[in-house]
């Protein structure tokens, strides 16, 4: 079976940019062709026409006023599976993250038991293959457990398949094993991807600290409970040669930290979450618990920064840090209900708004949520001859209203029900096949 793209703006930084059909067959890419050279070769509907002879017939996508991706990459989401599953299964998981374009994931590894295992590993696999959707990367676990006590065994976690190492949810403490984590992650070309996070000065800290928590009456975290740790695992980089990849960014000084050491020439990359770009610590106002998270949402002047970090280029991803949880964690006092919130399916929406207002290109974009991650994690996802056709479809122009009811997610938990927002994902292919169709 064939099938041509047909018309869309094709947007892959640094290799494609302009309006252009797509030919595909039994999975791959076979032809890319610019459609202003039209006039000086054949029409795509003459190449449709031409492709019909070598076999069943061409499938025809019509991608004018679209825009054409290589595969957006969550490098960061909770699927919850094995152990949580009332929360989000891996198949609802891979779901959702079809329907807000991604044709892959890393699932984190913070599940019951832990990924630190081959056999756990193994499982995430399996479970994934079964769904039959898009592609899942799974991160094992830095330490055994998530305790930052031991190492678990790099060697055997990516024979079976894994593509980065974290405990996130839980920073490893001790500088010596963390140091240990990036010599032996470097050998076997992993990632260490760090929850930078100072437990004992966190406390019981619930939201930043500033003059919302105290007048709400609830305990802060400040900036710095990020920011020390970010610059003490910037520092193991720089000692160890490893690369590094700091997640969920949340901070004005943890932006100046990453920024400064990329000047020196560190071997770090950071990401952060839509909502770190989108929403101030404002947003927990009447203690509303789909607006609690850990880092914190923080202050406009974070916000600022945030945003400024992904322009100049300090944050090389957007990664939603996808964590569902049930009504029986997020429906109780602010205090005790679990941080965290769905992304999957606003991420693009709110992302496109950064371009909406002039703050980021759409080709910069593209690089933040499909060509990064590929790049940091040893994928090549672009769109040439021969490879994979991992593609997402994105309408800019469709408007709607964020409907958490909706969702394929299994929760429900998002500050932006309610939302009107602009842009989204219409299409995602894995390996040819269309997955989702909106």
Not at 114 to 143: C, F, H, W
Not at 229 to 251: F, K, Q, W, Y
Not at 306 to 314: K, N, P, S, V
Request: proline share 4%; hydrophobic share 40%; glycine share 8%.
């Amino acid at each position: 079976m064939l099938t041509l793209i047909r018309g869309g703006r094709v947007v892959d930084p640094g290799n494609l940019d302009g309006m252009m059909d797509i030919l595909i067959e039994d999975g791959r890419i076979v032809e890319i062709k610019d459609r202003e050279s039209e006039g000086r070769g054949q029409r795509a509907e003459d190449r449709g026409q031409r492709t019909e002879g070598r076999g069943s017939g061409v499938k025809v996508i019509d991608a004018f006023g679209k825009i054409v991706t290589p595969g957006l990459i969550d490098m960061h989401v909770h699927l919850r599976e094995p152990g949580h599953e009332y929360k989000e299964t891996i198949k609802t998981g891979c779901m959702a993250a079809a329907s807000g374009g991604f044709t892959a994931v890393c699932s984190m590894p913070n599940t019951n038991p832990v990924n630190d295992n081959s056999q756990v590993t193994e499982y995430i696999l399996k479970k994934a293959g079964a769904a039959d959707m898009i592609r899942v990367y799974p991160v094992a676990a830095i330490s055994k457990g998530l305790k930052g006590k031991d190492l678990c065994e790099y060697a055997d976690l990516k024979e079976a398949g894994a593509i980065a190492v974290s405990d996130d949810g839980h920073p490893v403490a001790d500088s010596r094993l963390m140091r240990r984590a990036l010599e032996y992650a470097k050998g076997f070309n992993l990632p260490v991807i760090s929850h930078c996070e100072d437990i004992d000065l966190a406390e019981c800290g619930v939201m930043n600290e500033g003059a919302v928590a105290t007048r709400m009456g609830l305990a802060g975290i400040p900036n710095a409970v990020e920011s020390i740790a970010v610059m003490r695992d910037i520092a193991l980089c720089e000692l160890t040669g490893a690369r590094l990849h700091i997640a969920h960014v949340s901070t004005t000084e943890s932006v100046r930290a990453i920024r400064n050491a990329k000047k020196r020439g560190a071997p770090v990359t950071a990401e952060t979450a839509p909502h770190y770009f989108t929403l101030t610590e404002d947003t927990v106002d009447k203690y509303n618990t789909n607006a609690k998270m850990n880092p914190p949402l923080r202050s406009r002047q974070d916000r600022d920064a945030i945003i400024e970090g992904l322009a100049d280029g300090t944050i090389d991803v957007i990664a939603t840090d996808h964590a569902p949880h049930s009504s029986i964690e997020k429906e109780i006092e602010f205090d005790l209900a679990a941080n965290g919130i769905t992304g999957l399916e606003t991420s693009v929406s709110l992302s496109l708004k950064l371009v909406e207002n002039g703050l980021i290109t759409i080709t910069s974009l593209i690089e933040k949520m499909s060509t990064n991650p590929a790049r940091i994690l040893g994928i090549d996802n672009s769109l040439k001859l021969g490879n994979p056709a991992d593609i997402t479809i994105i309408d800019p122009d469709i408007s709607f209203t964020v409907d958490a009811n909706s969702f394929r997610s299994l929760s429900r938990n998002t500050p932006f029900d309610g939302w009107s927002m602009k842009g989204k994902a219409v299409l995602v292919m894995v390996n040819g096949q269309v997955i989702f169709e909106r």
